[in-house]
Nanobody
Framework: QSQLVESGGGLVQPGGSLRLSCAAS????????IGWFRQAPGKEREGVSC????????YYADSVKGRFTISRDNAKNTVYLQMNSLKTEDTAVYYC???????????????????WGPGTQVTVSS
């Protein structure tokens, strides 16, 4: 019943922008930390960004700092990831997931998260 679904991925040129959405059903995402993760073919899933319960803090991987912004719209039960100045190395499947025990400001370990969405493909290419 508790599920997240990602959307907003697509093909974009380097330097372009996308906004990913993570829509929740069956639970209120404002009671959980919500993380964004990505996985490229043949590579490990990595934490990209996370927003804590109560919006106490946000986390960004060094590779995306200054380019990506995470935010919530609690009225829509949705978390967003605004992705600007995209690079080819940002190409991956992007996932969102929830954690009830995430430590604010820390790296979001995938093993601490659940209710994974099916992912949305982001391809950055010339």
């Amino acid at each position: 019943q508790s599920q997240l679904v990602e959307s907003g991925g697509g093909l974009v040129q380097p330097g372009g922008s996308l906004r990913l959405s993570c829509a929740a059903s069956g639970f209120a995402p404002d009671r959980y930390a919500i993380g964004w993760f990505r996985q490229a073919p043949g590579k490990e899933r990595e934490g990209v960004s996370c927003i804590s319960r109560g919006d106490v803090s946000t986390y960004y991987a060094d590779s995306v700092k200054g380019r990506f912004t995470i935010s919530r719209d609690n009225a829509k039960n949705t978390v967003y990831l605004q992705m600007n100045s995209l690079k080819t190395e940002d190409t991956a499947v992007y996932y969102c997931a929830a954690s009830p025990w995430y430590i604010s400001g820390s790296y979001p370990h995938p093993s601490d998260f659940g209710s994974w969405g099916p992912g949305t493909q982001v391809t950055v290419s010339s």
